[in-house]
């Protein structure tokens, strides 16, 4: 029996049902870890198609797992995101699925159950992970040293994009707050009685930029002012920068973190303003390939129409808790493009036009088939 061809039609049975989830999630934005409507809707879904829930997991309240099968083969992996993003509509006010995490909630539901399609046919399990947060506070890192990832055969999430891309690069990524603690004094009638916080933050990016000729092509630091104190004629006793520091390998990423933080360090000794920082919680790694599971998607995707692979390009990419997956077990992150309608990106407000449209639902079922082909791909090789 050709199983992929089995799976393809368990899609096509489903597809009004995948693309409601999209809608549904699309109109119900919430941010990441306040995701209860869209979590429950999905566990809710997931019942419905026979899939065992356990909901909330890992004591994260919009987090669960759902499976299908039994222990006596391969565990196949599916990665539901359902998060969104604030800054959008008229007054940048309004929260919205600007990354298409919409469609990628739907295009995970659709792949395991068009592989659970198949399911008499091998031993093994489906396993989908809901995973909160990717935005802001990247709950796979979480979940990946928790282990909830080893031992799966493989992985499996797609994400809309510019291009079509199997071999996807991410930068290892964490981000910061700087602050500085000085000494208001009046700027004109004292100036020498103050301690300025502020310049305590302008040498800090001084010393960013003047550091940057001296890092690999790869790396990428911003910021932005927080606080930069209240008025100009008073010496700011308090400021403050948000920063993000990305490289290439994860590795890397901790070396350029010493040396940001020897610019605040400086920037303290040079102001007498005291330096503090808060590194974020989790620390996004970079991508790990596995040429043999990528080398199946690319296939997959030529029977399904999609031939036109771009390659990753380090210097032109974001960052994603996906990365910490791949470091787990074998991964598959593949990217499908809006580009015959849009050349709009993930978060721009253009972007939102397109993530719940014709042209997504189509890429939508194409996705799905391609990950649940490619799932079969892996369960007939036996795991890598």
Known sequence: MDLKKLAYQTEDVNKEWSERISDFIYNHPELGDEEYESSAYLVKCLEEMGFTCTYP?????TAFRAEYGDEEGPAIGFMAEYDALRGYGINHDELAHACGHNWIAASTLAAAVSLKGTKE??????????T???ENFGRKVDMAEAGVFDGLAACFEMHLDRVNCVENTALAMTDFIFEFEGKAAHAAGHPAAGVNALDGCNLTIAGINALRQHLEPDVRIHYVYVDGGKSPNVVPEHASLAVYVRAGQKDYLEEVIEKVLNCGRG???????????????NTYYDIKHYPELDAMMVENLANLGITDLAKGDIYHSGS???GNVTYRCPTCYTHLSLGAVTDAGGHEEEFLKYVNSAESNRL???GAKAMAATALDVIKNGGF
């Open 364 to 366: 939508l079922h194409i």
């Open 267 to 281: 920037a303290e000794l040079m102001t007498g303003a005291k330096f503090t920082y808060q590194r974020a919680e």
């Open 132 to 134: 909160p947060a990717e």
């Open 121 to 130: 046919h091998w031993k093994g399990k489906i396993v989908v992970i809901g």
């Open 320 to 322: 994603t808790d996906v």
């Open 57 to 61: 997991y890992l004591g994260m309240a």
